[in-house]
């Protein structure tokens, strides 16, 4: 009989320690060796010894933290390409979170669990599909997991933009979206959508956007909006991080409907207390009914379950005779939705 996954995959107050490997899941602290599933700042902290991840994972860190700050010893790990690490077969599949985000599958006797990092189950221009691993533990995030969060197609949100754009052709559509992920799925989707004008972006997007060009996905013409005269701005589409798009900086421009990309807007009452006009609901985590689908997928009998609403998640999957049991691992988030981040108060986004 192989050992169940509880026995070898630990939960410490430092995150997931895989004990037959020696290495540690998007730990909440520095520690010696960590597997990374994608570059957030709740899943990758800097200061490692050893760091395992995605290529993609890896560029997007050095972006966010500075070159070689998120560990003294880095290892790229393509998908689909199993390694040993001590005892345990470990390999990565696409979680269609954001670019390079994946999941760790860890296999030791017969034993197989899957950490997912974050995922989404709707399609996104700008990474791979989530690809669901059948395993004996599935541990899954739980940030929208209510009933209540139901999130539509991207690209209805995407119309309702570009249809108060053509109503206000001399007011400035912002946008405010995390600057890792969100920000570069809007814009591939408004160029899906055929708005192929110049995107102004604030001074807080620029670097992401710029290493998500170089890791291959285009974006079309991106321009700085503080060079932008008030005049060029009419008419024209924003993106900002959350935290700016109803400040000061946001005064400057022509007249600004402010709009906000996040799961969270389905809330109408959150959109209202944060001066938000026009909410569109657009996540990178999976909705309720994505959460309970891919439990299906996966076919695990058992789920572990991190950041959010665990229980009801975990009583959804009983009515199955799905097991489930919540981590609460202290320190996952939902990204720069709500919390204040470095990223989106640095001196370069004034
Ligand atoms: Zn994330
Ligand atoms: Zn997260």
Redesign the pocket.
């Known amino acids: 009989m192989p050992p169940h996954p509880e026995t070898w995959l630990k939960v410490r107050p430092d995150g997931l320690y895989c004990e037959p490997g020696d290495f540690f899941v998007d730990p909440l602290c520095p520690v010696g060796r960590a597997v990374i599933t994608h570059a957030?700042a709740?899943?990758a902290r800097p200061g490692h010894d050893a760091v395992l991840a995605s290529p993609e994972t890896l560029a997007l860190m050095d972006v966010r933290m500075g070159a070689g700050r998120a560990g003294a010893v880095q290892q790229a790990l393509p998908y689909g390409e199993p390694i040993t690490m001590g005892e345990v077969r470990l390999w990565m599949e696409p979680a269609g979170h954001v670019l390079g985000s994946a999941q760790v599958a860890m296999e030791w006797r017969g034993s197989r669990a899957v950490v997912s990092?974050?995922y989404k189950r709707q399609p996104d221009p700008t990474c791979l599909p989530f690809v669901p691993i059948p395993c004996d533990v599935f541990v899954t995030?739980a940030?929208f997991a209510l009933p209540v969060f139901r999130h539509p197609p991207a690209e209805h949100e995407i119309a309702k933009l570009l249809d108060s754009v053509a109503l206000f052709p001399d007011r400035t559509h912002v946008v405010g979206a995390y600057a890792l992920g969100k920000a570069q799925r809007v814009i591939a989707l408004l160029r899906r959508a055929g708005w192929d004008r110049p995107i102004f972006l604030h001074g807080a997007q620029m670097p992401l956007c710029a290493a998500y060009e170089r890791l291959g996905i285009p974006l079309g013409e991106l321009l700085p909006a503080t060079v932008a005269g008030k005049d060029k701005l009419a008419g024209a589409i924003v993106i900002a991080p959350p935290s700016a798009i109803a400040d000061r900086w946001a005064r400057r421009l022509a007249e600004p409907v402010v709009c906000n990309a996040s799961g969270w807007m389905r809330v109408r009452q959150r959109a209202r207390s944060k001066g938000v006009e026009l909410p569109l609901v657009i996540s990178d985590h999976c909705d309720w009914d994505e959460l309970n689908q891919t439990l299906d997928d996966v076919g695990a009998p058992e789920v572990w379950v991190t950041?959010g609403r665990e229980e009801a998640l975990i009583h959804e999957a009983a009515k199955r005779g799905i097991r489930g049991r919540a981590l609460r691992l202290v320190g996952?988030?939902?990204?720069q939705e709500d919390l204040p981040d470095a990223e989106t108060r640095s001196p370069a986004a004034a």
């Open positions: 957030h709740d899943h990092g974050d995030e940030t950041h996952y988030g939902d990204e």
